[in-house]
T-cell receptor
Framework: DGGITQSPKYLFRKEGQNVTLSCEQNLNHDAMYWYRQDPGQGLRLIYYSQIVNDFQKGDIAEGYSVSREKKESFPLTVTSAQKNPTAFYLC????????????FGSGTRLTVV | KQEVTQIPAALSVPEGENLVLNCSFTDSAIYNLQWFRQDPGKGLTSLLLIQSSQREQTSGRLNASLDKSSGRSTLYIAASQPGDSATYLCAVKKSSGDKLTFGTGTRLAVRP
């Protein structure tokens, strides 16, 4: 079955560490997205990519970095510059053009220890 | 800038009741609207996708309507069940290649 796989499900980060969250899709979708979700707040867009080797900043990109070397993969690195990284991170994909909707992964919960 | 509002923020109903969740958006020039369900600690599951040219979509006990001119969509859940308890989110897309703008969700609890 086609879908999006996020790993790990839970991740713990020490102060000053960079950590990378994985997102892989086999839906043949062109576009991929990273969102952050905090309690009581809506989803906020971190980065998105509509084609391989290209990506754009979303609303809250500071302290994060991404790469898009393969169509299927869109990893997110939470750098030490992100001062409040504890949150639930969601990856999504869609066709870059057309009437299709978004498909989401199951999320990664990141906690700073 | 598109803003999406969902009212109420939380709702508790007894099992078997029919209910309506509301979603409003400030810019009526949308491409499509998508309703999602999110269980605690989980990702989002797509429920219904309505294109701008459509008035409604149905899937089982769920029916979503769209009124672009008034900037509103409703999600109707018939004969609610405890398994329907979750947070429901709506999101709109402005154009074919644009990103989704999400509402903050309605947290639904269906009491047995």
């Amino acid at each position: 079955d086609g879908g999006i796989t996020q790993s790990p499900k839970y991740l713990f980060r020490k102060e000053g560490q960079n950590v990378t969250l994985s997102c892989e899709q086999n839906l043949n979708h062109d576009a991929m997205y990273w969102y952050r979700q905090d309690p009581g707040q809506g989803l906020r867009l971190i980065y998105y990519s509509q084609i391989v080797n290209d990506f754009q900043k979303g609303d809250i990109a500071e302290g994060y970095s991404v790469s898009r070397e393969k169509k299927e993969s869109f990893p997110l690195t939470v750098t030490s510059a992100q001062k409040n990284p504890t949150a639930f991170y969601l990856c999504a994909s869609s066709l870059a053009r057309g009437s299709g909707g978004y498909t989401f992964g199951s999320g990664t919960r990141l906690t700073v220890v | 800038k598109q803003e999406v509002t969902q009212i109420p923020a939380a709702l508790s109903v007894p099992e078997g009741e029919n209910l309506v969740l509301n979603c409003s958006f400030t810019d009526s020039a949308i491409y499509n609207l998508q309703w999602f369900r999110q269980d605690p600690g989980k990702g989002l599951t797509s429920l219904l996708l309505i294109q701008s040219s459509q008035r409604e979509q149905t899937s089982g006990r769920l029916n979503a309507s769209l009124d672009k001119s008034s900037g509103r969509s409703t999600l109707y859940i018939a004969a609610s069940q405890p398994g329907d308890s979750a947070t429901y989110l709506c999101a709109v897309k402005k154009s074919s290649g644009d990103k989704l703008t999400f509402g903050t969700g309605t947290r639904l609890a269906v009491r047995p």
